[in-house]
């Protein structure tokens, strides 16, 4: 069974530029979330999808954003770049939005922004 | 404020040697309680998962046991390995938002 995966896995992009990130969950996983990871901050999130539906949300502005497609696949897309976006993103999927579920990360896009 | 807190923050230790990571949490009402092993650059793998009645839950050389009444969390590697140097992060849920609350990791360094 083929694990998360996320593309690309590394990405450089200047200030001000956008970005959309790829993420395909494990095959029957429905629930697809997203999460920053930083140096300082840990890991972060951002946001979840189930069903093409955003479920929850975490603290970030509305350059964040993000979709699910019918086939659970998702998409994180980040407007006008800023230094400070420079992260690893991940996504994880589980077979259901609860978090009693188990989740199933990727290995990350590692954006740089300069 | 859900938070969850991790000590320490870094370690090193040599092979062969055991050690033990801490987490203590805040989250409520609690769900459940994930240990997860993130290798540099890569996304987190889970190692254990437990709910309020679990006590203590293995995996390996990992176990990891909870304290619900106190809210504390450990996880122990047994013999360790130069493969288990990565970095440790407890993450908490609470039962009525499904959102997961994360620790900031511990740093683990095993030397030859």
């Known amino acids: 069974k083929a694990g998360v995966t996320q593309t690309p896995r590394y990405l450089i992009k200047t200030r001000g530029q956008q970005v959309t990130l790829s993420c395909s969950p494990i095959s029957g996983h429905r629930s697809v979330s997203w999460y920053q990871q930083t140096p300082g901050q840990g890991l972060q999130f951002l946001f979840e999808y189930f069903s093409e539906t955003q479920r929850n949300k975490g603290n970030f502005p509305g350059r964040f954003s993000g979709r699910q497609f019918s086939n659970s696949r998702s998409e994180m897309n980040v407007s006008t770049l800023e230094l400070g976006d420079s992260a690893l993103y991940l996504c994880a999927s589980s077979r259901v939005g609860d978090s009693s579920y188990e989740q199933y990360f990727g290995p990350g896009t590692r954006l740089t922004v300069t | 404020k859900n938070q969850v807190e991790q000590s320490p923050q870094s370690l090193i230790i040599l092979e062969g040697k055991n050690c033990t990571l801490q987490?203590?949490?805040?989250?409520?009402?609690?769900?459940?309680l994930r240990w997860y092993k993130q290798d540099t650059g890569r996304g987190p793998v889970s190692l254990t998962i437990?709910?309020?009645?679990?006590n203590t839950k293995s995996n390996g050389r990992y176990t990891a046991t909870l304290d619900a009444d106190t809210k504390q969390s450990s996880l122990h590697i047994t013999a360790s390995q130069l493969s288990d140097s990565a970095s440790y992060i407890c993450v908490v849920s609470a039962r009525n938002t499904d959102k997961l609350i994360f620790g900031t990791g511990t740093r683990l360094q095993v030397f030859p």
């Open positions: 987490c203590n949490y805040t989250v409520s009402p609690f769900s459940n």
């Open positions: 437990m709910t309020f009645s679990e």
